[in-house]
């Protein structure tokens, strides 16, 4: 008889009792959250509540003041520069303001995290920027400039950008704001192929009610700094919280 082993979800980012602000300012408390493997991971709550600080704080564009935060089973906290480099080279962000370079076209911001992290050859960076941005449907904008884009397709070539290094693991902020409804959806599926089709884990910042609803496998929602909810999003909207509701409600 074969027995079946219960698999637990791997555990690709974790923080533990996290504190963390900007000079004197406390923004996050005793923040302990965990995102696994394959799952998308939705950061949500009203605004103004430290979703981006704590999402900063993950990658340590913020040092953290306390607490553990661990990348891939790795404490980076203290690490060094070089250390965290190799950390965050398996890591791919799209920020808010997805700051793609105004200046040069879409391939050469494609290619920026290649030639950063690789030695690869010009004609192999070339023809990867080639297939990443095919992915997410941009491969005809090539040598375009992005203000030469939409709102949309901008958030996809900074999207094809943010995975050009193959990442395991992918954080995005607010990949949806600024979009009509219907770009807003197209994106979603698009970050739901991210983790169907290549098996990234995401962990996604939001405060889209709708988007959330598409994407979220699990939730983690901070009140004034402090987790005041973590499960599945189904788990959520039946936990009887009035923050949680209220957010769902109001949208
Ligand atoms: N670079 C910064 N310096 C000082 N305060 C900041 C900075 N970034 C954000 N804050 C403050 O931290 C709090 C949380 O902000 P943020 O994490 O951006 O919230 P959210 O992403 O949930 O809207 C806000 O009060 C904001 O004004
Ligand atoms: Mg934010």
Request: glycine content about 6%.
């Amino acid at each position: 008889m074969i027995m079946k082993i219960a698999s637990k979800s791997t555990v690709l980012v974790s923080t533990q009792d996290l504190c963390a602000g900007y000079g004197e300012e406390q923004i996050l408390y005793d923040v302990s959250m965990e995102a696994c493997k394959h799952e998308i991971t939705a950061i949500l709550g009203t605004s103004g509540c430290g979703k981006t600080t704590l999402l900063k704080n993950l990658i340590r564009l913020f040092q953290p003041w306390s607490g553990s935060v661990k990348i891939f089973n790795e404490e980076i906290t203290d690490m060094d520069e070089p250390e965290l480099n190799a950390i965050l080279a398996r890591v791919g962000v799209l920020f808010q303001y997805g700051a793609l370079l105004n200046s040069i076209t879409v391939a050469e911001n494609v290619a920026i995290p290649l030639r950063q992290h690789t030695d690869l050859s010009e004609s192999m960076i070339e023809r990867l920027v080639r297939i990443k941005l095919d992915l997410v449907e941009m491969g005809h904008t090539l040598s375009k400039l992005p203000s030469e884009l939409s709102g949309g397709m901008r958030k996809r070539a900074a999207l094809a950008r943010a995975i050009a290094l193959d990442p395991p693991l992918l954080f995005c902020d607010e990949p949806t704001s600024g979009l009509d409804p219907m770009t807003s959806a197209d994106l979603d599926h698009l970050i739901l192929r991210m983790r169907d089709d290549l098996g990234i884990s995401i962990v996604v910042v939001s405060h889209h009610v709708a988007s959330i609803d598409r994407i979220a496998d699990k939730i983690i929602f901070l009140d004034n700094g402090r987790v005041l909810f973590q499960g599945s999003l189904k788990e959520a909207k039946s936990a009887g919280i009035k923050q949680i509701d209220e957010f769902f409600r109001n949208g």
